[in-house]
Every structure is written in C-alpha cells, then in structure tokens.
C-alpha cells in the first residue's frame, strides 16, 4: 500500500492499517496475527489494573516480535453522590430481577464493592513496559502523562468523534488522530457523553483532514478496498478496521457470539448505553430492549462495573439475551480465517484497487 504520508514510518509498520483495539474481543493472539500481516496490531487494555495490562503486554510479546499499540481509557469516574448511590441500588435490583425472569439468576455488587481504575496507573506502567505505540478513546490525556509519552518517544494516538475532538488532541500535541464514523462497532470514543456526536465517518473525516495537519486514520465501515480508498481519498493515510475481525479464529468472542452475530441482520445493530453507560454500537437483545423502556441508565463506569458479572454469566451460559456483542454498521459475514489471513486479503485487495479503481 503506497499511500501518501509518513504514518507507516511513523508507526514502523509495512501497511497502513490498524487493526482496532476491541476490549472483550482482541486478544494477544489477535494482536500478533495482526502484526504478522505487516499492518499495525492493537492490544485492548481498556480500564484494566495496571498488573493485567502488564501481564498482557508480555504475553502479546512472547507472540510477535513486531512493534504493536496498546489502547486505554481516558474517563474522568464522577462523583458517588447520595443520589447516584440510590440510583445505582434501584438499577442493581432492577437487573438481577430481569436476569432472573429470563432463567440467569446473578447477584451483582453493591456500589462499595467497586473497584475502579485510574488511567494515570496505566500510563506509568506503559512508560516502564516501554510501548511504542499508545492509543486511547474517551478524551484527552493530561499534560504530564503526554510530557512522560513524549520524553520516551511514544507516539500518541488520540480518538476523535468531531472536529472539535480534532482540534483538541492535535493541539495536545497528539501524534496521530482516529477520526472515528458514526458507523464505527463498539464504543463511541466521544469526550463528552451528551449529546453524542452524530456525524457520519466520511463526512466527519474530510472535515478534521481540513482543520488539522497530524497525520489521520479512519475508522468506521472499513470492510475492502473501496471503502479504505475512499477514507484515503478524503485525508486520512490509514484505516482501522474492526468488525470485520470480530469472527476470526484469534477473537475472544465465545463461539455462540460468533454465530449470533453471523445471523443478525441489519436492523439488528443499535446504538445503546444499555450494558457501560456510554454510548456503544451493537447487537440489540432483551436486555437492551428492556433498557430502553426505562431511565435506570448510570454513568460510566458504574453502569459497567454494574452489568460486568452479568455479561460474564451470559457467556458462561451461552445467553444471547444478555451478552454485549459489538459490531458496525457495514455488516459482513464475519470470516472466520485468521486474522492475518484477514488483513492479508484486504491490504492486497487495495494494492490491486489502487491502481484500477
């Protein structure tokens, strides 16, 4: 892929393509495929301790020699007011009574039984693990994480969901920018919860490609060579692709995810703030349904620390009705080939389109 620009000499990759860091999906060995394929692995470390990351990290090396990115989350966790605990209290019992209704009996913690972290543990832990590559969503770092990044050479990779979100991170002195499309799977990577940006990923990525000058990569509806040549043609000089790994044999998706996500159909993706609080697009089911019809929604991350244990009881009992399972809006029949073979396919496929489109 010989597009224009310096972003795979900066990220010291062959390709630019990113594949997207998936929390509850990439794992180490998807991480290392990725690399294999000359595009730029991922590892998801979302809100992890700092001990798990750690151990990740050292894992995903044990498997490729090939530089990868490590994902966090950059949230501010809002104050537990006593109106927030009440709240928190009539959502826990509201969801253990609909788990129950459905035949998965759960008991979820109590609001002084979480235990959350500060992303400021991680950005230590990345600096004495000595990762190349940082990306993250939710917002900006603060001055002093970015001062210890850059003092180490770390190239940062910040998350936009608007121009405003662009400006913002470039003015931060972010290296790169994700321009992240409305279509994206997963979670919005917006700063600011409400009102969620709207804007759809072309648009939006032409737009950020004429107020900035840090190199841009696209994510959000990537699936083959047309879709990565148009994200090229409006600004940005690599793609992040996501959905299109979520049945590959190196995600963490369990196998009935897997073939629930193949069934689905269209109409089946939603945008919801169900199952962390945030705004996240996905499969819709029962429990997202059921969130829909009520204003039991908490703030991130307590929404997500809440429904933690039920999601991992759904898996555990294969239960569609109350797993989260995120995908994009360009839906595809999810391969499930390796995840090399994957980016493989489509990093040849734009070679040859680039010079007959």
């Known amino acids: 892929m010989n597009w224009s620009g310096n972003l795979s000499a900066l990220l010291n990759i062959t390709h630019p393509v990113i594949q997207a860091p998936m929390y509850g999906v990439t794992s180490p060995e998807m991480v290392a495929a990725a690399a294999a394929s000359g595009a730029l692995g991922s590892l998801a470390l979302g809100d992890l301790p700092a001990g798990q990351c750690r151990e990740l990290i050292r894992k995903t090396r044990t498997l490729t020699g090939r530089p990868f990115a490590v994902n966090i989350f950059v949230h501010q966790i809002p104050e537990l007011t006593d109106a927030l605990k009440a709240k928190y209290t009539q959502t826990r019992i509201f969801i253990e009574e609909l788990a129950r209704q459905h035949m998965l009996p759960v008991n979820l913690p109590h609001v002084e039984e979480l235990v959350f972290t500060d992303y400021r543990e991680q950005v230590d832990l990345l600096i004495a693990e000595q990762c190349p590559v940082v990306s993250f969503i939710f917002g900006s770092l603060d001055t002093n994480s970015i001062l210890k990044f850059k003092a180490q050479g770390t190239v940062l990779i910040g998350t936009c969901t608007s121009v405003e979100e662009a400006?913002?991170?470039?003015?931060?002195?972010?290296?790169?920018?994700?321009?992240?499309?409305?279509?994206?799977?997963g979670h919005r990577g917006s700063f600011r919860e409400e009102p969620v940006p709207q804007t759809g990923g072309f648009s939006l990525l032409a737009q950020v490609a004429d107020r900035v000058k840090v190199p841009l990569i696209y994510a959000g509806g990537i699936y083959d060579a047309k879709t990565a040549f148009a994200a090229n043609v409006l600004g940005a000089q690599g793609v992040q692709v996501g959905s299109l790994l979520l049945g590959s044999l190196e995600s963490d998706l369990k196998e009935f995810e897997k073939d629930h996500l193949r069934a689905a159909g269209e109409a089946d993706i939603v945008l919801t703030k169900s199952f962390s609080g945030r705004y996240a697009r996905g499969l819709q089911n029962l429990f997202t349904r059921a969130f829909e019809q009520v204003s039991l929604t908490l703030p991130y991350p307590y929404q997500n620390k809440l429904t933690g244990p039920l999601r991992q009881a759904a898996k555990a009992n294969s239960n569609t009705d109350f797993v989260s399972i995120w995908a994009g809006q360009s839906h595809k029949d999810y391969s499930e080939a390796s995840t090399t073979d994957i980016l493989e396919e489509l990093i040849n496929s734009i070679i040859q389109y680039s010079w007959n489109p």
Request: charged fraction near 15%; proline fraction near 0%.
């Open 167 to 185: 400006l913002i991170l470039e003015a931060s002195g972010i290296d790169v920018i994700c321009v992240q499309g409305w279509e994206a799977g």
